[in-house]
């Protein structure tokens, strides 16, 4: 058994499996930090767990995953979905605005709204974060390539944000459209902090259960200041 490909597989999980993968395992809350740490802190925590004396072991660990219908590597099912036919998936090369001959189809991006990097966030404000999948990665947003199936259809998404000490509106997960012949319009994410320090914002994405692209951010969330009028 490859202890490190266990490992990645742990820490490349979106949070609510990796949430449920714990639960069922039965690992004591005295061995696990808390969701909103770094999610590779809590793998090896699960993994340092299994391996002590009256832990699961690492077997049951591969066994749950199995069950759970996710793949070692960076493909992740759900009980009662099907496999995708990874020879149908097209992988691309990286490219940026400045580069018209490179022939990449598709980026995962996100950014959040109006906001600049190294600015802080403030407690009791809203931030908007965009997510989709362009042909081009516009400025102001990180983008990643992305592999997809090779059909003219539509394609059907899922697109994930985790923000640490943060709330997120009007849902954690959003379904998306992607398009070869239109434009589709970015899934939106509302995100309202309620604590203060140094935060992660991830942005997953997902076709059928299989993990595509995944963009961070990390911001500091500081107590909003109160302007004072001048008289």
């Not at 697109?159 to 992607?178: G, R, T």
């Amino acid at each position: 058994m490859d202890k490190i490909e266990l490992l990645k597989t742990l820490k490349q999980m979106v949070l609510p499996q990796f949430n449920e993968l714990i639960f069922i395992l039965g690992a004591p809350k005295e061995y696990m930090s808390s969701p909103d740490q770094p999610q590779v802190e809590r793998a090896i925590e699960l993994l340092n767990w299994a391996e002590a004396p009256g832990g699961c072991g690492l077997e049951q660990i591969m066994q749950t995953l199995e069950e759970m219908g996710i793949v070692m590597g960076t493909i992740q099912l759900t009980p009662g979905d099907e496999k995708p036919d990874i020879g149908e998936l097209k992988q691309h090369a990286v490219k940026n605005d400045t580069n018209d001959n490179d022939d990449t189809e598709a980026y995962a991006l996100a950014r959040i709204k109006d906001h600049q990097s190294g600015q802080p966030f403030y407690l009791g404000r809203t931030y908007e974060l965009q997510a989709g999948i362009r042909s081009q990665i516009p400025k102001g947003f990180k983008g990643e390539p992305v592999q997809l199936p090779d059909q003219q259809e539509p394609i059907q998404l899922e697109i994930v944000v985790w923000a640490e000490n943060m709330e997120i509106e009007p849902a954690w997960i959003q379904p998306y459209l992607f398009s070869r012949t239109e434009e589709t319009a970015l899934a939106e994410f509302q995100l309202n902090p309620t604590q203060s320090g140094r935060k992660q914002v991830r942005v997953e994405f997902l076709y059928q259960r299989h993990w595509l692209a995944k963009i961070e951010f990390e911001v500091e969330v500081v107590e909003a200041q109160e302007l004072v009028p001048v008289s």
